[in-house]
């Protein structure tokens, strides 16, 4: 079940990624992420408010401790987000996909170091092949001009995918001690908190002088990140479920975002970023099958 449920994850996020290009593209990009996790918190406000209805304001008897550690899974995000988004607005799809695909192979580092987990054989397998995907796409993103020597966005990107690392072993722990809707819906809340004394900080200083347009796609990407998240949170809420896997799998988000990249943004070198896809997914499949 846990499997099914990350592959949920990834499809979603795969949308998320493609809403997020979409908002931020010639437009404001703190506040599309503030408005962002506005309407994440509002979509999980059901939950907060009969956390605040019963009293306890949520975590039982570990109301303080418990609300203690949402924060710091809320700035670990914010982190990630903040530079993702940046990266995003400056970067291809088909470059910030895979760079972010690299997620699954620090959180293996750190899941078999930290929660001593192991993979078997085809698991091997699909994180063998997701390695020769990334070093693909690393070939295709120099002959595209974007040096990681030289390119601040693609520094960024990988600042992004590493505290998205960090915030994915930090989840294992924590869904341990505490139910899933309860810590998505409190990270939202403080992330808006964080956010918005951020936003407001930053504009009064008068260093965020790019306006922001209204764009549809802003709610949606709220929308497809909350769907993408309540399945990630299930997913590892389950005692046999490995935090390595899961994140390996919802990686696979990189093919949708990589396809719309291709077919509707008309990036560049298709032949060889099919080629690449080819590879990802095969590695992806492979640790489906290993998971059952």
Wanted: glycine share 8%; proline share 2%; hydrophobic share 55%.
């Amino acid at each position: 079940m846990w499997v099914i449920l990350a592959v949920t994850s990834a499809l979603c996020l795969g949308f998320y990624d493609i809403f997020k290009k979409l908002s931020v593209t010639a437009n404001n990009v703190l506040t599309v992420l503030l408005l962002n996790t506005l309407f994440g918190t509002l979509l999980m406000s059901p939950v907060l408010i009969a956390d605040i209805v019963e009293g306890d304001w949520g975590f039982g008897g570990n109301t303080a401790v418990g609300h203690l550690h949402i924060i710091v899974k809320s700035a670990i995000v914010l982190a990630s987000w903040t530079l993702g988004y940046f990266s995003i607005k400056h970067l291809p799809l088909t470059i910030t996909g895979p760079i972010n695909a690299t997620r699954p192979i620090m959180v293996l580092v750190g899941a078999l170091l930290i929660f001593g987990e192991t993979l078997n054989t085809l698991q091997w397998c699909g994180i063998l092949l997701g390695f020769a995907s990334l070093y693909l796409i690393s070939r295709i993103g120099k002959k595209e001009g974007h040096s990681i020597i030289h390119d601040r966005w693609l520094w960024m990107s990988i600042g992004a995918m590493a505290f998205g690392a960090i915030s994915g072993l930090y989840d294992k722990w924590l869904l341990r001690r505490y139910e899933p809707l309860q810590v998505q819906a409190w990270y939202s809340f403080y992330q808006l908190v964080i956010m918005g004394i951020t936003v407001m900080l930053i504009k009064r200083a008068g260093h965020d002088t790019t306006p922001f347009r209204w764009k549809w796609t802003i709610p949606c990407i709220a929308v497809f990140l909350t769907v993408a998240d309540m399945a990630y949170f299930y997913a590892l809420s389950f005692d046999d479920s490995m935090i390595s896997v899961v994140s390996m799998i919802r990686r696979g988000s990189v093919i949708v975002s990589f396809l719309f990249g291709v077919i509707a943004l008309h990036e560049k070198n298709l032949k060889l970023k099919l080629i690449d896809l080819s590879v990802l997914l095969v590695g992806l499949i492979l640790l489906v099958i290993g998971s059952k």
